[in-house]
Nanobody, 117 residues
Framework: QVQLVESGGGLVQAGGSLRLSCAAS????????MGWYRHAPGKQREWVAD???????NYADSVKGRFTIARDYAKNTVYLQMNSLKPQDTAVYYC???????????WGQGTQVTVSS
């Protein structure tokens, strides 16, 4: 009922920047918080950042000060601006949207981010 499509991933050198986008469609009125997770091979899925309906943002310690999450309500799109990228940021990045607690989360298909040293 909610479709999330990520874009913007790619290959960059350490210290570079990327901006990820997540476009939501469908029953977007159900969405409360939105956020980003990442999953690197051999590691657990890691929460990266989220943003609430009132605009409050939260970041994992590993990305705080380097990444910025933003939300364009008119476009139903969430962005993740990633600066000062490090090789350890390499992962598949997934967009996440949360509705009511009794509803399952919505997930995008993921976009690959690779940071070379």
């Amino acid at each position: 009922q909610v479709q999330l499509v990520e874009s913007g991933g790619g290959l960059v050198q350490a210290g570079g920047s990327l901006r990820l986008s997540c476009a939501a469609s469908g029953a977007v009125f159900r969405i409360n918080n939105m956020g980003w997770y990442r999953h690197a091979p051999g590691k657990q899925r890691e929460w990266v950042a989220d943003i609430t309906n009132d605009g409050s943002t939260n970041y994992a310690d590993s990305v705080k000060g380097r990444f910025t999450i933003a939300r364009d309500y008119a476009k139903n799109t969430v962005y993740l601006q990633m600066n000062s990228l490090k090789p350890q940021d390499t992962a598949v990045y997934y967009c996440n949207a949360k509705a009511a607690t009794w509803r399952p989360d919505y997930w995008g298909q993921g976009t690959q981010v690779t940071v070379s040293s």
